[in-house]
């Protein structure tokens, strides 16, 4: 097998202007779907968790993605890597085997919890694998691209090794999965199993969710199979999760040295974070349309954490409830029913910027019953009252309030 060949079968790797309009996903919007019936509205809303805008971290985790599968394919075919299939082929047979092929070109990409990891990391596989297996005539192969499975929950060793079979096993067409099953395979054989497989028809293995090891009873022996599974594979392995992820990797160092990888936090209020709600924000489906403000980008931030999965529920749960209740405006009322409503198990996650600067804020003025008055807390209960809108959202629009739970 001539490790060229297989190469030359990947898409050219992309940057610039064109790798980040290939990433993205700009849906199409018609205005008039604001005069929709409410069902048609509710309805065109599910495709809101379409949209994607690529940031610097599209960009890194594409360009890692691709470098480390044209290495693993360089690795398949070669002199060691036959070395090492007779390796995996002791193990398999119960006998004593050793990783030589290695993998020092293994990662790890770690981020806080909804800040997109698992979406980039999707979009940059469907660019590029273009949705297709790597496959030759001469000698008959098949390579999977990229092969993505989760950590499981309880970081059994036997579970990972069977669903990165079972994986295998849907884009193959083979049956290493059942074969295991029936023969009873042990862990130790299981290993060898998946490490030839990994080795012969696996270009890059994605680790998802590793956080999954942390505290877990198995974690440990999670941890061991995986650098095993890198020195006897070959093959590049990633590793995605939170920080918490961290004070796994610390603990060993052998997987630690081969898991150097991309670290993120959540977004500052910055450029992007401003396009990114822009974008969002465009998208409405009540009828009466609103243009977005630095304020209402400020309160975003202010109750996202700079986390992009909340700016989009929250946007979304607003427009949902305002088309539901009737209300029909995406403004900071309905955002902070969104966010007091649909939100309430990330309060504890997610702190508003409630701080008083030294500041005099200047007076404004509110319309009471036709009424010009400057504002104050009665004027705004009586709007409240006449409105029949909540006092709560109403007062945070003038004041500084911090809800206290009791």
Not at 161 to 172: A, C, G, M, T, V
Not at 215 to 230: C, D, N, P
Not at 339 to 364: C, E, G, M, W
Request: charged share 20%.
């Amino acid at each position: 097998m001539n490790n060229m060949d297989l190469i030359k079968q990947m898409p050219e790797m992309l940057s610039g202007k064109e790798l980040y309009e290939r990433l993205a996903d700009i849906p199409s919007y018609d205005e008039t779907i604001r005069e929709k019936s409410q069902t048609e509205r509710l309805m065109a809303l599910s495709t809101f968790y379409d949209i994607y805008l690529p940031s610097e971290m599209s960009v890194e985790i594409y360009s890692k993605l691709y470098l480390a599968l044209v290495r693993s394919l360089q690795k398949k075919g070669t002199q060691v890597a036959v070395q090492q299939s007779y390796q995996n082929h002791n193990a398999i047979m119960r006998r004593e085997s050793r990783g030589i092929i290695g993998g020092s070109d293994s990662f790890s990409i770690v981020g806080c919890s909804g800040i997109g990891k698992s979406s980039a990391i999707n979009r940059a596989i469907s660019i590029i694998t273009e949705n297709r297996m790597i496959e030759m005539e001469n000698p008959v192969v098949r390579i999977i691209p990229c092969l993505v499975v989760q950590c499981p929950w309880d970081a059994s060793v036997k579970s990972m090794l069977l669903e990165i079979l079972r994986k295998s096993d849907e884009l193959l067409e083979t049956n290493y999965y059942g074969n295991a099953l029936k023969a009873r395979a042990t862990t130790d054989v299981l290993i060898g199993i998946v490490s030839q497989v990994a080795l012969q028809h696996i270009g890059l293995l994605i680790i998802d969710e590793i956080q999954n090891c942390v505290g877990a009873k198995g974690g440990k022996g999670l941890v061991a199979m995986i650098t095993q599974l890198i020195n006897s594979s070959g093959i590049s392995i990633g590793m995605v999760g939170t920080p918490d992820t961290l004070s796994l990797l610390e603990t060993a160092f052998q997987l630690a040295r081969r898991s150097l990888g991309l670290q993120y936090n959540a977004l500052d209020n910055d450029e992007y974070f401003k396009e990114f709600c822009e974008l969002l924000y465009r998208y409405q489906y009540v009828q009466k349309y609103t243009e977005i403000t630095p304020k209402i980008i400020d309160w975003f931030y202010e109750h996202s954490g700079g986390v992009t999965s909340v700016v989009v529920s929250l946007i979304h749960d607003a427009q949902e409830i305002a088309i539901l209740t009737g209300y029909e405006t995406l403004d900071v009322v309905m955002l902070n029913q969104a966010y007091s409503q649909r939100l309430q198990l990330l309060h504890d996650f997610i702190r508003p910027n409630v701080a008083v600067k030294p500041t005099r804020k200047k007076k404004k003025t509110i319309h009471v019953e036709n009424q010009t008055d400057t504002y104050t807390i009665s004027a705004l209960v009586q709007k409240s009252k006449d409105e029949n809108l909540n006092i709560v959202p109403l007062l945070q629009e003038y004041f500084t309030v911090e809800e206290v739970r009791l």
